[in-house]
């Protein structure tokens, strides 16, 4: 049976499971922030409505120019793009016919794109319970790669590696003349963040992607970009088709770079909220990632595979992610985005009751 390859849309998980969909379902599974966009966005949407007519910036120039001044870059070492599944497409086909680490478990379009362009795959796999990275390991791999792909905060564990093992990273990369492409998709998420791209200037391997989508919760107009020196992001913009980026994410881009309230409000509450439901979970018996985002790794230790839980939560109308497409994971845990209180509660509700009935 195939399961969805990604959260979100779950009509597709219902029917997959040949399972009657509730009226009312709450979608665990898309980690987006549940505040929804910036209020901001909101109000000027209408005002935007006049820029449909024509076509965008093919460059964006003005949102580059503000992600620069955010980041303290060049506008060089910058790339828009439509969302970071896009992006990735583009880096996979930089790398066409290279051999490409992975290390997982991580989102599954890193493999996609990078089999469709050719590319010699190789998994390294991390474990549980810290899925810590094993340096060791790493530096005999990375010998034989061009390029490595590291999910960082992880998607879907939602754990962090020290900023000390992921530049003593950077540095076997770099010595080997391997890419080290860092997709931190979530690190805006995370309150002690690690900030990579002060590296970006110094290093000729080091690709970070990041998207505005999630934060934001902008996922439906699609926004991402790209940070790397600029020989990169020429190799890059060679394969992006012209207007990438519509007017509509560009004008939304502009907003969501100037919205610090909402991101650390975001935080505070993911943070407090996240530690709250998984005090409780921890406390029923379920065993939970160390995640630092807004989403966490779940499972309950009776079962091998989750699916008879993933079965009895989606008749109850909550909707996790399952796992059974993550190399490392293979069903063994369920994904849950930390949503708005009432909404956990629900979560709790039913995940007590699950261990009352088994």
């Known amino acids: 049976m195939n399961l969805p390859l990604h959260g979100s849309n779950p009509n597709y998980l219902y029917h997959a499971l040949n399972l009657t969909m509730p009226k009312n379902v709450i979608d665990f599974s898309v980690n987006v922030n549940p505040f929804g966009p910036p209020k901001s966005i909101k109000e000027k949407w209408e005002e935007w409505f006049s820029v449909i007519e024509d076509y965008p910036d093919p460059e964006g120039r003005e949102l580059l120019r503000l992600i620069a001044e955010s980041e303290g870059l060049p506008v060089s070492s910058i790339l828009l793009g439509n969302g970071g599944a896009e992006l990735i497409t583009l880096i996979g086909r930089m790398l066409a016919n290279k051999y490409i680490g992975i290390i997982q478990p991580a989102f599954s379009e890193y493999e996609k794109v990078t089999k469709a362009s050719g590319c010699q795959i190789c998994h390294i796999n991390l474990s549980a319970p810290d899925w810590k990275l094993d340096l060791n390991e790493l530096s005999e791999v990375i010998t034989k790669l061009d390029a490595i792909f590291l999910c960082h905060p992880n998607n879907p564990t939602g754990t962090i590696q020290s900023s000390v093992d992921i530049r003593h990273l950077l540095a076997i990369c770099e010595a080997n003349n391997c890419y080290l492409i860092i997709d931190e998709a979530f690190y805006d998420f995370y309150t002690d963040e690690v900030q990579l791209s002060d590296d970006i200037q110094c290093s000729d391997y080091l690709i970070i992607i990041r998207s505005l989508t999630k934060m934001y919760a902008i996922a439906g107009i699609r926004l991402g970009y790209v940070l790397a020196n600029e020989w990169v992001i020429k190799q890059l913009i060679a394969y992006q088709p012209e207007w990438s980026v519509n007017a509509l994410a560009l004008e939304a881009g502009k907003e969501c770079i100037n919205e610090l309230g909402f991101v650390q409000k975001t935080q505070r509450f993911i943070q407090a909220e996240r530690e709250r439901v998984q005090t409780v979970l921890k406390e029923t018996g379920y065993v ?19 699916r008879p839980l993933l079965k009895f939560l989606l008749k109850k109308g909550i909707v996790p992610r399952h796992t059974e497409n993550f190399p490392g994971l293979a069903g063994g845990w369920l994904r849950f985005a930390v949503r708005k209180e009432n909404e956990n509660n629900r979560l709790v509700e039913a995940l007590l009751q699950w261990k009352q009935e088994t």
């Open 288 to 306: 939970l990632s160390d995640s630092q985002v807004n989403f966490f790794l779940l499972k309950d230790p009776s079962l091998g595979n989750q």
